[in-house]
């Protein structure tokens, strides 16, 4: 079974976390179901940016975004090339490390 490295987040880990997560899941659901509670505004439909992650390592082990994850992530705070959307991205078989961004565009946040 796949683990994600989570790194230290002020508010949703602060001290990282290291968690087992089932390959055909979203990172987002991993987080959730280890009781990480990333943002994910539009119940995880793809359309808003509250649950983006960077990627630092095992990118490459990740689906491809498709175009609408792409065109959201431009939207997002701190986009870079490893940027993908939580609730888009599938787990394989490679071990993940990922960095939740300091910032989203949710003004407000939504309390899943």
């Known amino acids: 079974m796949p683990q994600i490295v ?13 968690l087992e997560a089932s390959a055909g899941s979203t990172i987002c659901e991993a987080l959730l179901e ?9 119940e995880m439909s793809c359309a808003c940016t509250t649950c983006h992650v960077i990627v630092r ?13 792409d065109d959201l ?3 997002a705070w701190g ?10 991205a599938v787990v394989a078989q490679q071990n993940l490390v990922i960095e939740i961004p300091k910032y989203s565009i949710n003004h407000a946040k939504e309390n899943h």
């Open 6 to 18: 989570v790194l230290p987040h002020a508010d949703y880990c602060p001290e990282g976390a290291v």
């Open 73 to 75: 992530l431009d939207r």
């Open 34 to 42: 280890n009781d990480i509670e990333i943002e994910h505004a539009c």
């Open 57 to 69: 390592e095992g990118m490459s082990s990740l689906n491809p975004s498709d175009e609408a994850e």
């Open 79 to 88: 986009l870079c090339p490893q940027s993908r959307l939580s609730c888009q």
